[in-house]
């Protein structure tokens, strides 16, 4: 058996880590893994979020978390397999662990990924969080309010019930409202930027809020709001499809620039310790990272390109040194997590940290219509498997939550398939070669 699962893992490899030319790509069983957002943590090293999808349609997409070292090497991978949502904002809770949230799912997972709590949702997403100085959890999106979206904040308690919701309701018919940004101000008040929208009509927005949520101050800004931050002095940066905006703390505009790459979308911005930016995004094929000045200059342009696919930044750290890194997803063969930074180990790590489950049977083997998985483990935490045919192309996944479990054949041609069976930190695995007859 232990052979046998090492011809797979291989095979796993070729197809999905074949590297740029610059950076580390992440992933390796499940063939469709992206990273949304990451951030610097204490401990020097880095968190990376987004999800990850048997399928190409992205038809059921689970939660994904990488936690790495300062160099890029993974400490941990935890993936939620239960839930059909992904990652796009992530922020280190101060006694240890990560708030997260994203489309349908708000969770809290201690300093090992575990989960402490989760909430999942059919009608609202979130694309930024924050930890209040009370120790509680704000997270910032819309509520889907068919036809319209609705702006929308909630607030947690440590254990994860709401304490309160914000939503901003449309005043005019068809109109689209959304928070992108959420941020705790000094003397206890929140910051919250976001976009509204009517067909062409898009005008961004920032609010100030109580700490109950109660609206204080509302200002109209720029048009399409993607993602704005605080800056170091008490102002407020601030980028749209279309430009880069710098305000102070009443709101009043102090610089505006157009966009400096054409054909160029951005993702995510942060200020530096020099009191200049950095952006990451995307666009002909490879990734952006972009560095301005504090007045909004082009001080660098790094571009990251792969000859066999294409390259998407959606998040930019910091490193102590001050060197800039993007997170995002690369697409040569199929798709992996990617981080602008050359790890010191790949493919050959990533098999040796494996630990093989000698704990599953299957069977009959070979089977004309059913087959199935039986195991005597307490099914304490989630497994997955994946049916895969000679090509590697996923035919047929789910969840075992039984210690018996019937996987229905019928559907599928006459031949060899391999039947891989995971945890959820991916780290333990059994594969089987299964034939159809």
Sequence with gaps: MKSLFFIVIILFS????????????????????????????SDGGFIMAGGQSLDASFSTVAPWL??????????????????????DAVEEIGTGGYFVAGGNYCAVVDASGDLVWEKNYTDRSFFDVTITSDGHYLAAGYL??????????????????????RTLTPTLALTNYRFSTIEELPNGNYIAMGTKANGLDRRGFIEELTPQGGLENYREVGEFIIRGMRTLDNGYFLFSTEEIIKIDQNFDTVWVKDYIVEGYIIREAIELSTGGYALAGWGSNQGLLLELDALGNTVSTEYFADSTGTIYL?????ESNGNIVGVGYATSNNTDGYLTKDSTSLVSTSVVEIELMPTFKLYPNPSQD???????LDLKNSFSYALMNNLGQVVEHGVL????????????????????????TMKKQEAFQLQKN
């Design 144 to 165: 889907d309010t068919l036809p319209v979206h609705q702006a929308y904040l909630v607030k947690f308690d440590a254990n994860g019930d709401t304490i309160w919701t």
């Design 66 to 87: 990488v936690k790495t070292n300062a160099i890029g090497d993974t400490l941990w991978s935890r993936r939620y397999p239960n839930i059909d949502a992904d990652i």
């Design 14 to 41: 070729s197809q999905i880590h074949a590297q740029p030319s610059i950076g580390t790509t992440y992933g390796g069983v499940i063939p469709y893994e992206y990273f949304y957002t990451g951030i610097n943590t």
């Design 370 to 376: 059913v087959i199935y998985i039986q195991t005597e």
């Design 314 to 318: 959606y998040g930019v750290m910091e």
């Design 401 to 424: 939550n039984n210690n018996l479990n019937v996987i229905d054949l019928k559907e599928l041609s006459l031949g060899i398939y391999w039947m891989l069976i995971y945890d959820d």
